[in-house]
């Protein structure tokens, strides 16, 4: 790793899932939601909850827990829906992802990113960018272009009519919080 990849820092929004702590690149992250009842969609794989109205927009919500083969999601106060960007080729999808609650902004440098380990998580490896030092534990870096499978997008694509909810469609609901700024009561 050169000196300009350990001192690039990057910004991640953490979130815990099933007990586990999880963080995404807040690039990716258009807007955060209370999680309210979805409509759920016959012959869906199991993983997509169903999809939300937002702003006019067809957006499927996927619970990640039963993407990673474990419980689904409980739904309490503090659940809530991750409105993410994943893109494939250049093509971009708007999809929501469930998570049990959403911590902090995080900032990470390079030298503050290890390697995906090979064994010891819920999460398959090749949805892992690493494991980002937060405090005194680790939290597991998602690659969200890699855990919504093309599949999905598709799917995503079709569940949002002609197109699907591309990312252009929904405008970003404010600005992000800053680094190290809570995000949960």
């Given at each position: ?8 820092r ?5 979130f ?5 702590d ?7 992250v258009?807007?955060?939601?209370q ?7 016959p ?5 997509i ?26 739904v309490?106060?503090r659940?809530?829906?991750?409105i ?17 609650a ?9 030298d503050?990113?290890e ?9 398959r490896?090749d949805?892992?960018v ?10 597991l ?5 890699r855990?919504i499978?093309?599949g999905e ?8 009519g ?17 680094a ?6």
């Open positions: 790793m050169s000196a300009s990849d350990a001192t690039q990057n910004q991640y929004l953490s815990t899932l099933a007990g586990s999880y963080a995404v690149g807040i690039l990716q258009r807007e955060i939601l999680y309210e009842t979805v409509t759920r969609v012959s869906v794989p199991p993983s909850r169903g999809v939300i109205n937002l702003r006019g927009a067809v957006v499927p919500v996927l619970d990640l827990a039963l993407k990673f083969g474990l419980e689904a999601t409980p309490t106060k659940t809530c829906v991750l993410v960007d994943a893109s494939v080729g250049g093509e971009s999808t708007v999809v929501g992802v469930m998570a049990d959403v911590r902090e902004v995080l900032e990470l440098g390079g503050e990113v390697p995906p380990p090979s064994f010891g998580t819920q999460v490896v949805y892992l690493g494991m980002g030092k937060a405090g005194k534990g680790f939290v870096l998602l690659d969200l272009d855990v499978s093309a997008r598709e799917l995503a694509a079709q569940l949002g002609e197109g699907g909810a591309p990312a252009g469609a929904l405008a970003a609901g404010g600005s992000a919080p800053a190290g700024e809570a995000l949960v009561p």
